[in-house]
């Protein structure tokens, strides 16, 4: 009897120890589970981190040559140049940006090239004389308001109206500036904007809501953004809001437009396999 007991008190315990062993070696080596949340998480960073990193690069180029251009206008300007390009509005790569929270003894116009990263023109541009005198404040899509109209525009066709040649602006931004047309707010030169008139006075003149320029810079402004060019009209204002803001849209933009520069440099030659393989 005693003999049994000497026996089986080893054995229940060598076994006890075997199972604890056991289970400690399963819960070092059995993977872990993938914890959805947090990879999806990295992924929605990454897509973040292309439009911030590509921005952070146009910009850096851009900035040099409009130090006055701030980096959250451009911002803007930007993601929804993207957004109409995904949506097949545009193909022009030019970008033009008219700041109307800047005083208009100020040149608030940029017409930008992304495709080369480079400065254009940078000059004057007028605001409507009832957003304000000197600041432009107030906005508004209403006819007859003679209020400057905020959100992003494609630019359309020329025609020659009563300041001459002038062209044609299509608003996007529904509430916003989609009475453009009916409005007849058009690009057009005109005698009170420019270098000039500061001589006599400390601001712009003012327009009936038209973004006018000066008379001897129109027509180069028109052949640089005529035919479907983006145009983005910003002022300060807590109402405006647009569906071109959209960061997932510029992203896909981004991501579109890598994926065809990376076919683009496959030569001819190679196979699919290894066009596979390069994508």
Same mark, same amino acid.
């Given at each position: 009897?005693?003999?049994r007991?000497s026996?089986?008190?080893p054995?229940?315990?060598?076994l006890f120890?075997?199972i604890v062993i056991n289970?400690?070696?399963?819960s070092i080596?059995?993977?872990r589970?993938i914890?959805h949340k947090?990879?999806?998480k990295?992924?929605k960073?990454n897509r973040?981190?292309?439009?911030s990193n590509?921005?952070?690069s146009v910009?850096?180029?851009v900035q040099?040559?409009?130090p006055?251009?701030d980096?959250?206008v451009?911002?803007?300007?930007?993601i929804g140049?993207?957004n109409?390009?995904?949506?097949?509005?545009?193909d022009? $790569?030019? @970008?033009? #940006?008219? *700041? /109307?929270?800047?005083? &208009?003894s100020k $040149?608030? @116009?940029w #017409?930008? *090239? /992304?495709?080369?990263? &480079?400065l254009?023109?940078?000059?004057f541009?007028?605001?409507?004389?009832?957003s304000?005198?000197?600041?432009a404040r107030?906005?508004?899509d209403?006819p007859n308001?003679n209020?400057?109209?905020?959100?992003f525009?494609?630019?359309?066709?020329?025609y020659?109206?009563?300041?001459?040649?002038s062209l044609?602006?299509?608003g996007l931004?529904r509430?916003?500036n989609?009475n453009?047309?009916?409005r007849g707010?058009?690009?057009h030169?005109a005698w009170?904007?420019?270098a000039?008139?500061?001589?006599g006075?400390?601001?712009?003149?003012?327009s009936?809501?038209c973004?006018?320029?000066s008379?001897p810079?129109?027509?180069?402004?028109?052949d640089?953004i005529?035919n479907?060019?983006v145009?983005?009209?910003?002022?300060?204002?807590?109402k405006?809001?647009s569906?071109?803001?959209?960061?997932q849209?510029a992203?896909?933009s981004?991501m579109?437009?890598?994926?065809?520069?990376s076919k683009?440099e496959?030569p001819?030659?190679m196979?699919l396999?290894?066009?596979g393989?390069?994508?």
């Amino acid at each position: 009897m005693k003999l049994r007991k000497s026996i089986l008190v080893p054995s229940i315990i060598f076994l006890f120890l075997a199972i604890v062993i056991n289970t400690s070696w399963r819960s070092i080596h059995s993977p872990r589970p993938i914890n959805h949340k947090v990879f999806n998480k990295k992924k929605k960073t990454n897509r973040g981190s292309l439009l911030s990193n590509t921005f952070e690069s146009v910009y850096e180029h851009v900035q040099k040559l409009a130090p006055t251009l701030d980096s959250v206008v451009f911002r803007q300007a930007y993601i929804g140049y993207l957004n109409l390009r995904e949506q097949g509005k545009t193909d022009s $790569p030019i @970008l033009t #940006i008219a *700041d /109307l929270s800047i005083h &208009s003894s100020k $040149p608030r @116009l940029w #017409i930008i *090239d /992304l495709e080369r990263d &480079s400065l254009l023109l940078n000059t004057f541009v007028a605001h409507g004389r009832g957003s304000g005198i000197q600041e432009a404040r107030l906005f508004s899509d209403r006819p007859n308001s003679n209020q400057s109209s905020l959100g992003f525009y494609l630019t359309g066709e020329t025609y020659q109206g009563k300041h001459g040649r002038s062209l044609k602006l299509d608003g996007l931004d529904r509430g916003f500036n989609t009475n453009a047309r009916a409005r007849g707010i058009v690009l057009h030169g005109a005698w009170y904007v420019g270098a000039n008139i500061l001589k006599g006075q400390d601001r712009m003149g003012v327009s009936q809501g038209c973004p006018a320029v000066s008379e001897p810079l129109k027509d180069k402004i028109i052949d640089l953004i005529k035919n479907k060019s983006v145009l983005y009209i910003y002022g300060k204002s807590a109402k405006y809001q647009s569906a071109y803001l959209n960061e997932q849209t510029a992203t896909q933009s981004l991501m579109a437009a890598n994926m065809d520069e990376s076919k683009s440099e496959i030569p001819d030659s190679m196979s699919l396999a290894e066009a596979g393989n390069l994508l």
